[in-house]
C-alpha cells in the first residue's frame, strides 16, 4: 500500500483479555517502530525492529507486551492480560534506515 | 535513553506573526534531525529533516547547531492552520531508532 496501515483502528477489550495489533509498513521500509500516546501526552517508544530482528526493545513496559516482525514487512504487537492502563493509542511507523518515519493512523485500545 | 527536550508550550501567536521553537539533544554524536507535525488526535506527519546547512521549506526554516547541540524550526507569516504540536526527532546511529521530543504545542490566533 502507499503508506503504513493498521488493524484495528479501533480496539474496546475487558480487561484481562488478549489483543494483538497489526502492523503493515511501507513496502521496502527496513525499520518499524511501535509507539504509544495517551491522551495529551508525548510519544512513548516500545520496540524497535530492524528487518526481523528488535535491536531496540528496551521500551516495551512489563512482560505482558511482546512484538514480532516476519518477512520483514507485517508486525504485530501482543498484550496479554490487558490493563486498564494499557489504554492508549498505538501507532506504528516505518522508514528507510536513518530516515524519517512515516505513521500509521494507530490503533486507540479501550480496556473496560 | 538519550533525552531530546523542548519547550512544551503553549505558543500563542497572533496570525502572520513568526515563530520559532529549538530544541535541544543530548548526544553529540547524532546523525539525524526532523521536525514532525502532530495534530490533536492524529498521527505525527513528517514536517522537514535538518540538514547541517539549515534548510527551507516556503514558510518554514529547519537549522541545525552541532557545537550547541540543538534544532530550531522558524514558522514565518503563521498561519491558523499552523496551530499543532511540533516534535522533534533525532535519530543517534543508523542502528537505534527515533527519538522523539515531548513536543511544543503552537496557537496561532485570528
Known amino acids: 500500500g502507499a503508506g503504513v496501515s493498521q488493524s484495528p483502528s479501533n480496539k474496546v477489550t475487558e480487561k484481562g483479555k488478549d489483543v494483538e495489533l497489526r502492523c503493515d509498513p511501507i513496502s521496502g521500509h527496513t525499520a518499524l517502530y511501535w509507539y504509544r500516546q495517551s491522551l495529551g501526552q508525548g510519544l512513548e517508544f516500545l520496540i524497535y525492529f530492524q528487518g526481523n530482528s528488535a535491536p531496540d526493545k528496551s521500551g516495551l513496559p512489563s512482560d505482558r507486551f511482546s512484538a514480532e516482525r516476519t518477512g520483514g514487512s507485517v508486525s504485530t504487537l501482543t498484550i496479554q492480560r490487558t490493563q486498564q492502563e494499557d489504554s492508549a493509542v498505538y501507532l506504528c511507523?516505518?522508514?528507510?534506515?536513518?530516515?524519517?518515519?512515516?505513521f500509521g493512523q494507530g490503533t486507540r485500545l479501550t480496556v473496560v | 535513553r538519550k533525552e531530546v527536550e523542548q519547550d512544551p508550550g503553549p505558543f500563542n501567536v497572533p496570525e502572520g506573526a513568526t515563530v520559532a521553537f529549538n530544541c535541544t539533544y543530548s548526544?553529540?554524536?547524532?546523525?539525524?534531525f526532523f521536525w514532525y507535525r502532530q495534530d490533536c488526535r492524529k498521527e505525527p506527519k513528517l514536517l522537514m529533516s535538518?540538514?547541517?546547512s539549515g534548510n527551507e521549506d516556503g514558510r518554514f526554516t529547519a537549522q541545525l547547531n552541532r557545537a550547541s547541540q540543538y534544532i530550531s524550526l522558524l514558522i514565518r507569516d503563521s498561519k491558523l492552520s499552523d496551530s499543532a504540536t511540533y516534535l522533534c526527532?533525532?535519530?543517534?546511529?543508523?542502528?537505534?531508532?527515533?527519538?522523539f521530543g515531548k513536543g511544543t504545542r503552537l496557537s496561532v490566533i485570528a
Open positions: 535538518v540538514y547541517s
Open positions: 511507523a516505518s522508514s528507510e534506515i536513518g530516515l524519517g518515519a512515516f
Open positions: 548526544n553529540s554524536a547524532s546523525q539525524s
Open positions: 526527532v533525532v535519530i543517534y546511529s543508523g542502528n537505534t531508532p527515533l527519538v
